[in-house]
T-cell receptor, first 112, second 117 residues
Framework: GENVEQHPSTLSVQEGDSAVIKCTYS??????FPWYKQELGKGPQLIID?????GEKKDQRIAVTLNKTAKHFSLHITETQPEDSAVYFC???????????FGKGTSLLVTP | GAVVSQHPSWVICKSGTSVKIECRSL??????MFWYRQFPKQSLMLMAT?????????EQGVEKDKFLINHASLTLSTLTVTSAHPEDSSFYIC?????????????FGPGTRLLVL
């Protein structure tokens, strides 16, 4: 089955700096890669997603890149703010209609 | 975006009792709902996939007789934890995708925290 690895497990940055979280996946059939933000005690919230026919996608301060050949994708957050502090999960699936295989999560702390 | 709700948000029960958790898609029809379990500081683990009008598909290691899933309508799926034990204490989260083809985003509910005493 699909195996999603996520790094780092924790990340601390200063406000205004950029944060990068990286994930790799094992199943070459995977073609849908969403990123979720989870705040303490809440459900995951989709922040951005990318499909395999696209190499990069950007939404304001958030961007995701995908390298299908290398089977890795990354989340980039620029101009970080304290409210960006949360746990971020990457995921992969063969199709957006299928269950997601999650990475282990990255706890991001943005210090003022 | 689409909204998924869960009820209750938290529940405390005695060992041996059953607990029902509801997952509703509020502004769209969900052909498929997923149930995940998340232990503290861990990732989400898929428990089962629920399609409206059919039996749920359970992941390996998940007891279908213990975790009863019913997807009776396009907006409601329920998870019943039967004869709950302390080791069932966890954060249960559902997600839903809408009708209309394969390229649908999966939206998550706010989760239900279960504590079994």
């Amino acid at each position: 089955g699909e195996n999603v690895e996520q790094h780092p497990s924790t990340l601390s940055v200063q406000e205004g700096d950029s944060a990068v979280i990286k994930c790799t996946y094992s199943d070459s059939a995977s073609n849908y890669f969403p990123w979720y933000k989870q705040e303490l005690g809440k459900g995951p919230q989709l922040i951005i997603d990318i499909r395999s026919n696209v190499g990069e996608k950007k939404d304001q301060r958030i961007a995701v890149t995908l390298n299908k050949t290398a089977k890795h994708f990354s989340l980039h957050i620029t101009e970080t703010q304290p409210e960006d502090s949360a746990v971020y999960f990457c995921a992969a699936s063969k199709n957006s209609g299928y269950a997601l295989n999650f990475g282990k999560g990255t706890s991001l702390l943005v210090t003022p | 975006g689409a909204v998924v709700s869960q009820h209750p948000s938290w529940v405390i029960c005695k060992s041996g009792t059953s607990v029902k958790i509801e997952c509703r898609s509020l502004d769209f029809q969900a052909t498929t709902m997923f149930w995940y379990r998340q232990f503290p500081k861990q990732s989400l683990m898929l428990m089962a996939t629920s399609n409206e009008g059919s039996k749920a598909t359970y992941e390996q290691g998940v007891e279908k007789d213990k975790f009863l899933i019913n997807h009776a309508s396009l907006t409601l799926s329920t998870l019943t934890v039967t004869s709950a034990h302390p080791e069932d204490s966890s954060f249960y989260i559902c997600s839903a995708i809408g009708a209309g083809g394969a390229q649908e985003t999966q939206y998550f509910g706010p989760g239900t925290r279960l504590l079994v005493l």
